[in-house]
């Protein structure tokens, strides 16, 4: 079974087994503002702060769940209208909102913790960490990272050999924090190839992408809040130190 095709039948699954079809509360999400998302860090080049990236929240029963998007939507909706409805048919707007509400279901469960982004200086502290437990766990590897998160590619660069890979096209071919950003469908192959493991992010989950790093042959490490309810319910390995 296709990635979607099992994310799309444990989330059925759930919404069966906890009875939450047919749930009289509403599901409401909003856009968030990018200060809302991650506050005030100090370094500015994060792709929210950028305009790049978007990101949307769902709110269940006072639990909250957020996601990524380049297609950032409101909308409001049952858990079953939501939930249980064809995975390959979204586009990436609706998919971060079956993503947010999906986390936010999640919440609301206990199932899954860390639904809502770092924010301030948390990503720098996260991002110390994780070099920390990467150094600890798995040594001196080539690390493979999908996705551009500058205070995660600043630190890590620092302690391992790495390469980096974006769909952005401001990003890719440019040196940034001391890396050059390679393109995210042209280099792929070639990275997944090269690294020992590789750090992706969740945002893949929404884009489409993250079937290129499922299921494959050596450590696969997504990272950050979107990814949170799909980790727990697909058995991913997610690393988040400071989400909400």
Same mark, same amino acid.
């Not at 990236?53 to 939507?73: C, D, I, N, R």
């Not at 996705?147 to 980096?164: K, S, W």
């Given at each position: 079974?296709?990635?979607?095709?099992?994310?799309?039948?444990?989330?059925?699954?759930?919404?069966?087994?906890?009875?939450?079809?047919?749930?009289?509360?509403?599901?409401?999400?909003?856009?968030?503002?990018?200060?809302?998302?991650?506050?005030?860090?100090?370094?500015?080049?994060?792709?929210?702060?950028?305009?790049?990236?978007?990101?949307?929240?769902?709110?269940?029963?006072? +639990?909250?769940?957020?996601?990524?998007?380049?297609?950032?939507?409101?909308?409001?909706?049952?858990?079953?209208?939501?939930?249980?409805?064809?995975?390959?048919?979204?586009?990436?707007?609706?998919?971060?909102?079956?993503?947010?509400?999906?986390?936010?279901?999640?919440?609301?469960?206990?199932?899954?913790?860390?639904?809502?982004?770092?924010?301030?200086?948390?990503?720098?502290?996260?991002?110390?960490?994780?070099?920390?437990?990467?150094?600890?766990?798995?040594?001196?590897?080539?690390?493979?990272?999908?996705?551009?998160?500058?205070?995660?590619?600043?630190?890590? +660069?620092?302690?391992?050999?790495?390469?980096?890979?974006?769909?952005?096209?401001?990003?890719?071919?440019?040196?940034?924090?001391?890396?050059?950003?390679?393109?995210?469908?042209?280099?792929?192959?070639?990275?997944?190839?090269?690294?020992?493991?590789?750090?992706?992010?969740?945002?893949?989950?929404?884009?489409?992408?993250?079937?290129?790093?499922?299921?494959?042959?050596?450590?696969?490490?997504?990272?950050?809040?979107?990814?949170?309810?799909?980790?727990?319910?697909?058995?991913?390995?997610?690393?988040?130190?400071?989400?909400?």
């Amino acid at each position: 079974m296709k990635f979607y095709e099992k994310l799309q039948t444990k989330a059925e699954q759930l919404v069966q087994d906890k009875g939450l079809q047919g749930y009289p509360v509403e599901v409401s999400g909003k856009v968030l503002k990018p200060e809302e998302a991650i506050g005030r860090p100090e370094r500015r080049d994060f792709p929210l702060l950028q305009g790049k990236e978007l990101m949307v929240e769902a709110e269940f029963q006072g +639990h909250k769940g957020q996601a990524f998007t380049s297609e950032p939507q409101v909308f409001q909706g049952t858990i079953e209208e939501i939930l249980i409805t064809p995975l390959r048919k979204k586009s990436n707007g609706e998919m971060a909102v079956f993503i947010a509400t999906l986390n936010a279901v999640m919440s609301y469960l206990g199932m899954a913790e860390k639904m809502r982004h770092c924010s301030d200086e948390e990503p720098e502290r996260c991002s110390r960490e994780l070099c920390a437990f990467l150094k600890g766990k798995y040594g001196n590897v080539r690390v493979g990272i999908v996705g551009y998160q500058p205070a995660m590619i600043d630190h890590l +660069h620092r302690e391992f050999t790495i390469r980096v890979l974006d769909l952005n096209p401001d990003n890719i071919g440019k040196i940034k924090n001391g890396v050059l950003i390679e393109d995210g469908k042209k280099h792929k192959d070639a990275v997944i190839q090269w690294a020992d493991l590789l750090l992706v992010t969740g945002s893949t989950v929404v884009n489409g992408t993250i079937e290129d790093y499922y299921g494959l042959e050596k450590p696969v490490l997504f990272y950050g809040n979107t990814i949170a309810g799909t980790a727990v319910l697909m058995d991913l390995k997610r690393v988040c130190y400071y989400g909400k």
